[in-house]
């Protein structure tokens, strides 16, 4: 693995030099775009609106349109930004994990730190397991300034970028309502089945079902043959009261 970022990570007076890797990969299934026509690729350019010609990669800026005119900003103005932040992941506070809205979650990275036996990082890894805590911090990654938590997992430390409130839009557009009457009853039995669907998380219980099978597709009609295809038919209760269709499902858990 290549590094992604490399600086350091800092709580308190502590600062532990490390490097930030990938922790996640897509599993979905790389496509080329071709003509219909005669299968060849298709190229995306980027064009100069104005002359119509092709633009070098390396003669590309960016540009913030301010007040009908464009301001170009370079690497230095995006580093003159937050020079401090730019280099360090600093942990402002320690949240409970729990308490972090699965919603903010994005994208994590490994940390790794710059010696193997660096106490420093051992002793974060540690006080994070047994206090049952995670760190909240900012730092700048691609120009771009994230949150995150750094959590322990297993003996590394993951640093995982959550999104900012404002970043989350409000449900107050939703057509759903607050207040509905659910009886006892049927809270019960809703109860019941959730209780009897419970079970500990484990995620490699779980495959990418879809790729494979369109993999298998694929491979299928490279061989100018149709694969099989599976139909999945959804369990249906019978009646529309809420009540008998919670029943029947706790019912057909327990005799599978």
Known sequence: MRPIWKGSLGFGLVSIPVKLYSAVQSSSLDFDMLDGRDHAHIRYQRVNENTHKEVPYDEIVKGYKLNDDYVIVDDQDFEDAAPEKSKVIEIESFVDIGDVNP???????????????????????????????????????????????????????????????????????????????????????????????????????FKDEYNNELLKIIKAKAKGKRATVKKMKPAKATGDDLYEQLMQSLNSKKGA
């Open 103 to 205: 919603m903010y979650y994005e994208t994590s990275y490994y940390a790794e730190p710059d010696a193997k036996n660096n106490k420093a990082y051992a002793l974060l890894v540690e006080a994070l397991v047994k206090s049952k805590k995670a760190g909240l911090a900012r730092f700048v990654l691609r120009t771009t300034e994230s949150l995150c938590i750094v959590h322990p997992v297993e003996h590394v430390l993951v640093v995982t970028r959550i999104r900012f409130a404002q970043e989350i839009r409000s449900m107050d557009d939703l057509n759903v309502a607050k207040d509905v009457a659910v009886s006892k009853k049927e809270l019960d039995v809703g109860m019941a089945l959730i209780n009897q669907y419970a079970e500990h998380f484990d995620v490699s219980k």
